[in-house]
């Protein structure tokens, strides 16, 4: 079962793709990159998550163009949605948030060029840039839009204060914030509530302990109980857990694995009774 969600004007398989792990440190060999892609697409999948830091050099662009290659190589790859991102750069030791005018139309046409389209369906801003306010990095996705590069704005790793200002700016189509069991910032800050009451679709970044912190989830005792009631692993649990919380709700599951991209498919069909999802809802965090 293929459970489909509105993103906008658009309906896409609620659990997307994260592609970061494809490119980042311990990434596959290309090829295995390319049939993971491959092999989301053959099991319905048409979301699928970039940006343009994720790259294994010190260049952007390495997961951009792996996505464009896979597409492109695959007979139903037309079909399938890419959101990326801009506003963060690589510094040599570590990433910056750098929301500038110009730094993010340079990185957006790159993007145009790496992924090889002419439209960006989700552009979004990576991560709000402290030294600059935000509404004047979201006017330039605004102008983005209106110049037809990109179709839609979307805002990541940001605070409900910031999304209220943002969306005085602009319609904003998405929010991606990092949320998973043990990382619920974004319920309590009232995010997931202004994305739901505005009909901006959230998508749920590091869903199952994000890129670092997936094998501690695992090990989640309280969660692995749960999960055992459905036979299930603790990752499904929380992808199950994420979906029923919100019908604009969306997950992007990161794999460099073809039999995790099978599993967080899998994970559409389970239902969590009422008690497991307060269960849920009650855990603390990290
Ligand atoms: N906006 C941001 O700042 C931001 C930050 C972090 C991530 N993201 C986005 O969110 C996506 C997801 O985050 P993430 O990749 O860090 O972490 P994640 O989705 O929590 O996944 C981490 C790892 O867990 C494993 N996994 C995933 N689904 C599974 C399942 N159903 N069953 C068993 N194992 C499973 C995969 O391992 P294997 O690699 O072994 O297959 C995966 O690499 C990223 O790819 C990226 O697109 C965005």
């Not at 092999?39 to 952007?60: E, H, K, L, M």
């Not at 060029?113 to 989700?122: C, G």
């Not at 239902?271 to 497991?276: G, H, K, P, R, T």
């Amino acid at each position: 079962m293929t459970l489909r969600r509105r993103l906008a004007d658009t309906e896409l398989t609620a659990v997307g793709l994260g592609a970061m792990p494809l490119s980042l440190a311990g990434a596959p060999e290309p090829a295995t990159a390319i049939d993971v892609i491959h092999r989301f697409i053959d099991a319905g999948g048409d979301f699928i998550d970039s940006a343009n830091v994720y790259s294994s050099t010190a260049a952007p662009g390495d997961n951009e163009r792996l996505i464009a290659r896979a597409l492109s190589q695959h007979p139903q790859g037309r079909r399938v949605h890419v959101a990326t991102k801009g506003g963060v750069q690589w510094t040599g030791r570590g990433w910056r948030a750098n929301g500038r005018p110009q730094a993010l139309r340079q990185a957006c046409e790159q993007s145009l060029r790496d992924l090889d389209v002419e439209r960006i369906f989700l552009y979004q801003l990576h991560a709000p840039d402290p030294d600059v306010d935000i509404s004047e990095s979201v006017g330039v996705l605004r102008d983005l839009q209106a110049a037809g590069r990109i179709a839609h704005i979307g805002l990541s790793n940001i605070d409900d204060a910031q999304l209220a200002r943002a969306a005085e700016v602009t319609s904003i189509a998405s929010v991606q914030n990092g949320l998973h069991p043990r990382r619920k910032q974004s319920l309590a800050d009232g995010v997931v509530t202004r994305c739901r009451e505005h009909g901006i679709a959230f998508i749920a970044h590091s869903p199952v302990g994000g890129y670092h912190d997936h094998a501690r989830l695992a090990d989640d005792k309280e969660l692995r109980q749960l999960a055992q009631r459905y036979v299930t692993s603790v990752a499904n649990l929380a992808i199950a857990w994420l979906l029923q919380l919100d019908e604009h709700m969306f997950v992007i599951a990161g794999a460099r694995r073809v039999a995790s991209v099978l599993a967080s498919q899998r994970a559409m069909e389970l239902a969590l009774d009422a008690d497991v999802m307060r269960s849920i809802n009650r855990l603390v965090d990290w």
